[in-house]
């Protein structure tokens, strides 16, 4: 794990090194995706089951086979321990409480002279929701994107969810039923993307797809921007810790290595105003990191991309987590009232020392979607309102038009376009 210290001549330029992703993976993977996309575009269904043979090993006599009935759902909620039905149905509530404090009204307002102008929100039709799988299972990731979209009113939700070799996590399944999915299919990657983007004979088109993945559900996301609507291009998870010297060591290394278990690409970083506790953390990691089961995973993820900083003062200490613009950003400090106002970039804020990141990822209630790669600094955590869309409300009145008709008509000659300039004169009063 490096160790970077802010009065260090190169700091900056350590940092901007440790912030900056090599590409050459990306351009590399553009290629196949977009001869995947076309694939399935041209050969639909008889696409997508070339893809599941090729690369989750499925072999399929019809493209029906894809889909799971929706008995199989509920049987699937039946099927786990008590104590895990519970963890998922309780879960469930408080992310719906959340999200039901976002739902965003329509809203209008009368002029004196009769005009109506307002907004009206309305949910979208249709939304595609894509589900990692591969090196672990997520029925959390199904409750977070699917719960806002059922608190919007969204009329159909399909998913989609990789199974290689055929396996399918139960939870997962059980997550769709408990969440209110209409529709799973076992499908994933690019051709996944597709289907929802473009729709084949058996996937329905959707009018957005939502849910983070890998480097290829990433990129095909972003090629079919436009045709549908995404919720944004996710990268390797990353957390940044600010601790005092009061805080414990073990719980501060803990939550690093939460985050590193996710795979190797991602990123966890502690940052501390005191060489004491960033020493007291150097200790935890030699003792606590052997113990770990997914030791070679967070071993590698914080010696490529983990870092210790060391700063001179609380305040630095924030200015540099806003210049990281983190996806999940902890403040293992006392003063949390008077740190908060001062982060203006981060996709969550956990607050205190016992708000640990994982207790986001699972049931705390807000949605564990959320920006990456400092696109914190434009973006927002995945929420009702991306699944709602705002369609302005203009209603003219008689005598409203006569005033408003000729400014618009001034401004219309202005740029030379006397079409909309006499569109808006056959709108004013005789006389």
Partial sequence: MKKLNTQSSDFKAQLARLLDRDT??????????????????????????????KFDRLELADAAELEFPAANLEAAYYSLDEPVQQALSVAAKRIHAYHEKEVAQSWSYTEADGTRLGQIITPLDSVGVYVPGGKAAYPSSVLMTVTPAKVAGVKEIIMVVPTPDGEVNPAVLAAAHLAGVDRVFSIG?????????????????VD???????????????????????????????????????????????????????????QSILITDS????????????RLLPEMER??????SLKDYGAMIITQSAEESVEIANRIAPEHLELMVDNVDEIIPLI?????????????????????????VLPTAG???FSSPL??????????????????????ARIASTLARCEGLTGHARSAEFRFKPG
């Fill in 383 to 404: 929420g009702v309102y991306d699944y709602q869309k705002r369609s302005s409300l203009i209603q003219v009145s008689e005598e409203g038009a006569d005033t408003i």
């Fill in 189 to 205: 990657g690019a051709q996944a993307v597709a289907a929802l983007a473009y729709g084949t004979e058996t996937v329905p088109r």
């Fill in 24 to 53: 050459a993976e990306d351009r590399a993977v553009e290629l196949t995706v977009r001869e995947i996309i076309d694939a399935v575009r041209a050969g639909g269904d008889a696409a997508l089951m070339d893809f599941s043979r």
């Fill in 275 to 286: 060489e004491d506790f960033a020493d007291a953390a150097e200790t935890s990691i030699e």
């Fill in 344 to 368: 203006r970039h981060a996709g969550a804020i956990f607050a205190g020392r016992y708000s640990a990141e994982s207790l986001g990822d699972y049931c705390a209630g807000p949605n564990h």
């Fill in 208 to 266: 957005k797809i939502v849910g983070p993945g890998n480097i290829y559900v990433a990129t095909a996301k972003r090629q079919v921007f436009g045709q549908v609507g995404i919720d944004m291009i996710a990268g390797p998870s990353e957390v940044v810790v600010i601790a005092d010297k009061k805080a414990n060591a073990d719980w501060a290394v803990m939550d690093l290595f939460a985050q590193a278990e996710h795979d190797e690409l991602a």
């Fill in 295 to 300: 030791y070679a995973i967070i071993e590698k």
């Fill in 375 to 377: 696109t914190a600094r």
